[in-house]
């Protein structure tokens, strides 16, 4: 999350220790966090997908598959350590 511009990005590249697995990661602008100071986001998951949305309308879907039964992290911040929820 980039509070200057409202660039929302979701970061796969430490997504599974599996070495197949794809790395990469999605980035969209919200221009609403800008103008307002707050992100308010809904995080879906269901099965293998993952869908996140911002109070906008922007979002960003993606696929994962687990490699192990460990519960699925979402960790928001430009250094992935603040721990936020789990699913």
Same mark, same amino acid.
């Given at each position: 999350?980039?509070?200057?511009? +409202?660039? *929302? /990005? %979701?970061?796969?590249? #430490?997504?599974? =220790?599996?070495?197949?697995? #794809? ?8 221009? +609403?966090?800008?103008?307002?100071? /707050? ?7 269901? +099965?293998? *997908?993952? @869908? ?17 039964? @460990?519960? #699925? =992290? ?6 992935? @350590?603040?721990? %936020?929820?789990? *699913?």
């Amino acid at each position: 999350m980039d509070w200057n511009t +409202g660039a *929302v /990005t %979701v970061d796969r590249t #430490h997504a599974s =220790r599996d070495p197949r697995a #794809h790395r990469d990661s999605q980035t969209f602008v919200d221009p +609403g966090i800008t103008a307002t100071g /707050t992100l308010a986001l809904r995080w879906f998951v269901d +099965g293998s *997908v993952s @869908e996140l949305f911002t109070a906008s309308g922007y979002s960003a879907s993606t696929r994962f598959y687990a490699a192990t039964l @460990e519960p #699925h =992290r979402l960790r928001l911040g430009p250094t992935l @350590e603040p721990y %936020v929820g789990r *699913v």
